[in-house]
């Protein structure tokens, strides 16, 4: 079978794909939402991108942000899920749109970091003005090399010696190689940003930052189930572009009414078991 971005799922639109997140399947097309979330005004959507279902999240952050910035929407934070969340993305809506992009970034998948935290890539020194790259155990790497990866974009390239190596008294927790230690690092401005998310996203500032991205999953249950959000009524990318946008309409003329009315917003949700649990002061 061929790929979904090329398998045609249905001949009355060319243009739907057969995608799947989480447990979830579906033949049709994603929507990105945007909302304001301050706390003194309502919650209107302010930006709607509608995408083929094969496009990844990660690839519609610059989309959605030059549409932002076109309409003068653009926020001073901007709460994104992890699935939006790249390095290079944080440090381009940084340079291009000046827009502090939030959200949780992926942790180190590596093997020595899920066993031995201290020698993970994270704890090894980079002399970026030297080029020179120093190991926990004080050894300093003997090539530093600038290419481009298999995806277009560039990276280092870091060895150490075999001697170095073969001779530590700990390589068996630092390299299956039977060489030498080898590191790839992205660009010094990604790496650095990367580093520090990492840190910040640990922290009860960023967990109480980022508990405000909770009500845009309230904006897509109330799209779904009051508006049909999931269904579309017309064939083709453009036309139910259309439709999301007319959704987004409806619904912040149903949260201007609300406020006018001073309905308050409604609170998470919460099993009567969670309920049993004791608050703390």
Not at 86 to 115: A, C, F, M
Not at 122 to 132: G, I, K, L, M, S
Not at 213 to 232: H, I, K, Y
């Amino acid at each position: 079978m061929p790929p979904s971005t090329l398998a045609i799922h249905s001949p009355y639109d060319v243009e739907a794909h057969y995608s799947s997140k989480r447990s979830v399947n579906w033949v049709g097309y994603k929507v990105h939402i945007t909302e304001a979330c301050d706390q003194d005004c309502p919650h209107f959507i302010t930006g709607v991108c509608t995408t083929l279902s094969t496009r990844t999240d990660d690839a519609v952050v610059d989309e959605i942000h030059q549409t932002l910035s076109q309409q003068q929407l653009l926020p001073e934070e901007h709460l994104m899920d992890a699935g939006y969340i790249t390095s290079e993305h944080i440090v381009n809506s940084e340079n291009n749109y000046d827009v502090n992009l939030i959200g949780p970034v992926r942790g180190n998948p590596s093997w020595q970091n899920q066993k031995n935290a201290k020698f993970s890539s994270e704890q090894f020194q980079v002399d970026w003005d030297n080029q020179v790259v120093t190991c926990p155990k004080g050894h300093q790497s003997i090539i530093w090399r600038s290419k481009i990866d298999n995806r277009g974009l560039p990276v280092v390239h870091v060895h150490f010696s075999q001697s170095d190596c073969r001779h530590c008294r700990v390589r068996k927790q630092c390299t299956h190689s039977k060489f030498a230690r080898r590191i790839t690092l992205q660009p010094q401005a990604k790496y650095e940003t990367l580093q520090q998310r990492r840190q910040f996203q640990e922290t009860l500032e960023f967990k109480k930052l980022y508990q405000q991205r909770a009500g845009v999953e309230g904006t897509l249950s109330q799209g779904v189930r009051r508006l049909g959000l999931q269904q579309s009524r017309y064939v083709g990318l453009a036309k139910t572009h259309l439709q999301h946008i007319l959704t987004a309409i409806a619904l912040n003329w149903i949260r201007l009414g609300a406020w006018l009315s001073g309905v308050p917003q409604a609170q998470t949700r919460q099993s009567r078991f969670m309920e049993l649990k004791p608050k703390i002061a």
